[in-house]
């Protein structure tokens, strides 16, 4: 399954001493999510995903399409700001097993997180996922081998003058 992450510049240097890439809760950017991944980490292991309690290592399904649908999904998560907040990421083309991956809907999993971190809903995750996600599919692992990584590049930010005519995105 072609996948794509986008990792601070450290774990290349993980990668290449230990063979693989691990979550590590020190390592959480948000504090408040913990008791979520909590939850994808309960999940992952139900399903035979055993990550040793560490917090999954996220990605999201297709390959690295080094155009502005990876870039706008990048900036959304990680909010970069300037050249050098840029340049502390990398983007990973990854090609992992299918039966290593826990894949669910990038949307529910909002709604779940809003409802744990507020107490606002049923915090009751649907795991299913549809053949049209219309919010994104992402993709959970428990590590990263380095044998999985197709390419390795720098974050590059959302480039305008690849929008279309009528504001849509092309790649």
């Not at 040793?52 to 700001?81: F, K, Y």
């Amino acid at each position: 399954m072609r996948l794509w992450t986008v990792q601070h510049r450290g774990i290349l240097k993980s990668l290449e001493d230990a063979g693989e890439l691990v979550g590590d809760w020190d390592r959480i950017m948000v504090r408040n999510y913990r008791a979520c991944y909590e939850e994808m980490v309960a999940e992952m292991a139900r399903r035979g995903l055993d990550g040793g309690g560490r917090p999954p290592v996220w990605a999201w399904a297709g390959p690295d399409t080094r155009d502005n649908s990876v870039a706008l999904a990048a900036e959304m998560l990680l909010c970069p700001q300037s050249p050098e907040e840029y340049a502390r990421y990398v983007v990973l083309d990854l090609d992992v097993p299918d039966e290593v991956v826990l894949l669910s809907s990038y949307g529910r999993w909002n709604d779940f997180m809003y409802a744990i971190m507020t107490g606002e809903g049923s915090p009751d995750m649907d795991w299913a996922i549809g053949q049209e996600e219309p919010n994104g599919v992402q993709a959970c692992l428990a590590r990263v081998a380095a044998a999985w990584v197709l390419g390795v590049r720098p974050l590059e930010p959302f480039r305008p003058e690849e929008e279309d005519e009528e504001g849509g995105i092309s790649s």
